[in-house]
């Protein structure tokens, strides 16, 4: 059995509580427009990203899972569960979401996870539990820097749909609260630095391959100038006030040796919208 305490091995803090919300959100109608401000790129951005969102939230459930029974520590085994928990919620709605979303817009949901499909089925029959558990810290690590990106640069979701951006909060909400607990469960399983870090450089290729595909086929009946949309939404994205402004020093603290999620303590940032959802998750001290 592995034996873990949080006061040596782990730095998450002891006030974090994981709180599954079992939300459910009325947006199938919403899905079949423009829904952030009326423009493509922008929706396009949200919808791409979702689309890798139930697959993938399976595959951190099944790479965590695999080690539940040798975690002896009582604190993470309990954060194991609410990590476990929060996630089958996300899929579930994801799922809602995407199938609504293709029906609204004549995509076949099949054909765009089966590109995932096939890595993850590769992954599965080929690579062993840690490297699978180590890809999931690292794509953990990047939804929690884009959940933080949510809160800390709000221009990114101003003007969308009022129920979709409740969606997105509760999302990132939920990827914060749980951010360190693949990272502790990989930590404790004796999980190698450099592991973590080459795990990180290949997923940040392949899930920005996946975002820009996805957006590609969702795209692909607009009219206008492609040239104009996506010079444009590169402006929303990285721009002065740009959705995913200031994301590349938090990304980079990965690679550190000494890394952990909660070195980016964002209680506080969090705790702003936690009255939305209910639960005093992230409060700070």
């Not at 360190?180 to 004796?190: H, P």
């Not at 080459?198 to 975002?211: C, K, N, P």
Request: with cysteine; proline share 4%.
């Amino acid at each position: 059995m592995i034996k873990m305490h949080n006061s040596s091995l782990s730095r998450t803090p002891q006030n974090v509580e994981i709180v599954p919300r079992n939300r459910q959100f009325n947006i199938e109608e919403v899905l079949a427009t423009n829904w952030h401000s009326g423009d493509a790129f922008k929706t396009a951005f949200f919808d791409a990203m979702s689309i890798l969102f139930p697959l993938g939230e399976q595959f951190f459930i099944d790479s965590v899972k695999e080690f539940r029974e040798q975690i002896e520590d009582p604190e993470l085994q309990r954060r194991v569960r609410g990590f476990m928990a929060q996630e089958s919620i996300h899929r579930r709605e994801h799922q809602r979401y995407n199938e609504a979303l293709c029906r609204a817009r004549g995509v076949p949901l099949e054909k765009m996870e089966a590109v995932v499909e096939r890595r993850q089925d590769f992954a599965r029959n080929h690579l062993p539990p840690v490297q699978q558990l180590s890809a999931t810290v690292a794509l953990e690590h990047l939804t929690a820097i884009l959940a933080d990106a949510t809160f800390r640069n709000p221009d990114g979701l101003d003007g969308a749909h009022p129920e979709m951006k409740a969606l997105w909060h509760w999302h990132a909400l939920e990827e914060t609260e749980h951010k360190s607990v693949a990272f502790d469960v990989f930590v404790a399983t004796g999980g190698s630095h450099w592991r973590r870090r080459v795990s990180m450089a290949l997923v940040t290729i392949e899930f920005t391959h996946h975002v820009i595909r996805n957006m590609r086929i969702l795209l692909r009946d607009y009219e206008g100038s492609r040239m104009k949309l996506w010079i444009g939404g590169l402006k929303f994205l990285f721009g002065e006030k740009g959705a995913l402004r200031g994301l590349m020093r938090p990304y980079l603290d990965f690679y550190k040796k000494d890394f952990h999620p909660w070195d980016h303590d964002n209680r506080e940032l969090v705790s702003s919208v936690m009255s939305e959802f209910g639960g005093g998750a992230v409060n700070p001290v």
